[in-house]
């Protein structure tokens, strides 16, 4: 329970159980009954590391009738990833912007990549998960990772705010702040959790207002939580203090106890009266088409153009224009994407193009321990056959980090590895003109083509790539075409 990726992996158990997973196709073959309150959804674990209570985190499919976008950052030189979800209300979405653009603008001058090539690189990863929801309170958490060269750290900053009213919280709108401080101070070793080097003193006397994290428990104690090296030894990892709900009520400002109540019982944010006591769907059968005819790659010149860290909100755009094309394409997607996108998941694989695995957040693999490697491949493989019904057998880990140690694990998993050796710099650039020219240059026979469907310019790119590869006499096929018969544990860059 420990590890950081483990935060993000706990959440399709959640979907499990959440009523609202009801179009998740996951369930068991016996449909459960449906709770009499069909849009309370209910965490089972928690999913934050800590050293004390930490909060749970809901099943992003709570949001699915907001209108919300999820938007990425990456980085390759750095390894730089981050995901955050935006409303589409201006207030909101500047804030939450605000804090992932500056935290990755920190990073990026804290931690410049290393002269020496053969130097690790520094890594940066954001997450985001919700705690908290309700038609007047959404609560989100950013969860996070850091690689300095020489040891690492985990950090969170959660995020409150209304919105039907546009209105973000800052920690002090939620509590008396005064009070909550006094308390945190007085806390009981018990409530002060198991670190033995707590010291709240250099927060001065408002420990309340240094704290990154403000969130309940489901049973509406406070928690109130701070990065590594904040007030404990940095070796203690993120520490959180919870002062009960009985005591901590008085304490809380109107604001407070609705974000209390939207985590102790979240409801769908758009519920009226009582929406959507949505009739579970069917298990997705995706009979994959029938691939055009099967395409001789020893006559053909073929290619494969291949889109990471999806799905996100411009991949169904993507999908027109390879329909238009006649293209079959390969997704890598991400365990994390597949959980916020299951939908668009799906029509991927209705569609017939092959997806692979991106791991569940995208962290440099090199870095992990088996155990690690292990868990982030397996829960993408899973989400992704429970909601595509496709069972994934290539795996590409983020930023083409690969030793010994995660060819092993994709082995095990049954999965082929696959790189790229046409890079269009998509990602950097954020260019369609430059995009579209390096496909073009760059591609030869067997080419394996390397975009993001997580970017606008990207996609926009695709239609362009697709008649120009087309003229040059190239065929489009999936990887798994390309590379013939891959195996499990072996690397690829390019095909036939
Ligand atoms: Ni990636």
């Known amino acids: 329970m420990r590890r950081a990726w483990l935060r993000a992996a706990i959440v399709p158990v959640a979907l499990l159980l959440s009523a609202c997973a009801t179009q998740s196709p996951v369930s068991s073959p016996t449909p459960e009954p449906l709770s009499p309150t069909p849009s309370v959804t209910t965490a089972s674990e928690t999913a934050l590391t800590g050293n004390g209570d930490v909060p749970e985190v809901l099943d992003p499919d709570l949001l699915e009738h907001l209108p919300v976008t999820v938007h990425s950052q990456?980085?390759?030189?750095?390894?730089?990833?981050?995901?955050?979800?935006?409303?589409?209300?201006?207030?909101?979405?500047?804030?939450i912007r605000g804090y992932y653009l500056s935290t990755i603008k920190q990073f990026e001058q804290d931690y410049p990549q290393p002269a020496d090539p053969e130097a690790p690189s520094p890594e940066l990863n954001l997450d985001w998960h919700l705690l908290a929801a309700s038609p007047s309170m959404i609560g989100i958490v950013a969860d996070g990772y850091q690689f300095a060269g020489a040891d690492a750290s985990d950090l969170w900053h959660s995020m409150w705010f209304d919105p039907s009213t546009d209105t973000v919280y800052q920690p002090a709108d939620l509590v008396n702040s005064y009070a909550v401080s006094t308390a945190l101070v007085g806390l009981e070793p018990s409530r002060r959790t198991m670190v033995t080097t707590l010291d709240l003193s250099p927060l001065g006397s408002n420990?309340?207002?240094?704290?990154?994290?403000v969130a309940f428990t489901g049973n509406g104690d406070l928690i109130v939580g701070f990065d590594e090296c904040q007030v404990a030894a940095c070796v203690e990892d993120r520490v959180t203090m919870t002062i009960p709900a009985t005591t901590v009520a008085p304490m809380l400002t109107a604001a407070g106890k609705r974000a209390q109540a939207a985590e102790?019982?979240?409801?769908?944010?758009?519920?009226?009266?009582?929406?959507?006591?949505?009739?579970?769907?069917?298990?997705?059968?995706?009979?994959?088409?029938?691939?055009?005819?099967?395409?001789?790659?020893?006559?053909?010149?073929?290619?494969?153009i291949t889109f990471d860290d999806g799905p996100g909100p411009y991949t169904k755009t993507l999908l027109s224009y390879l329909k238009a094309g006649n293209v079959p394409a390969t997704f890598f997607m991400l365990g994390q994407q597949v959980d916020t996108y299951p939908h668009t998941a799906l029509a991927v694989a209705k569609a017939g193009h092959e997806i692979g695995v991106h791991t569940w957040s995208h962290r440099d693999l090199t870095r992990l321990s088996p155990i690690q490697i292990d868990k982030e491949i397996t829960s993408t493989v899973d989400i992704i056959r429970n909601e595509t019904g496709v069972t994934p057998t290539l795996l590409r880990p983020p930023y083409g980090a690969v030793n010994s140690t995660v060819r092993k694990e994709a082995r095990k998993a049954g999965l082929a590895v696959v790189l790229w050796n046409v890079d269009t710099l998509d990602w950097k650039t954020r260019s369609t003109p430059k995009t579209v020219k390096a496909a073009l240059r760059d591609t030869r026979r067997g080419s394996i083509i390397l975009l993001h469907d997580i970017h606008k310019t990207s996609v926009a790119a695709v239609p362009d790539i697709i008649a120009g590869l087309q003229a040059k006499g190239y065929t489009f096929v999936t990887v798994t075409d390309l590379l013939?018969?891959?195996?499990?544990?072996?690397?690829?860059r390019y095909g036939r």
Do not use: R
């Open 74 to 95: 990456s980085g390759y030189q750095q390894h730089i990833f981050a995901t955050w979800p935006e409303f589409g209300k201006p207030k909101i979405d500047a804030a």
């Open 207 to 213: 420990p309340y207002g240094a704290a990154t994290l």
């Open 264 to 304: 102790m019982d979240p409801v769908d944010p758009t519920t009226t009266a009582s929406t959507s006591a949505s009739s579970p769907s069917p298990v997705p059968v995706v009979t994959p088409q029938p691939t055009a005819k099967k395409v001789n790659c020893k006559k053909l010149k073929c290619v494969a």
């Open 484 to 492: 013939g018969n891959p195996q499990p544990g072996v690397m690829y």
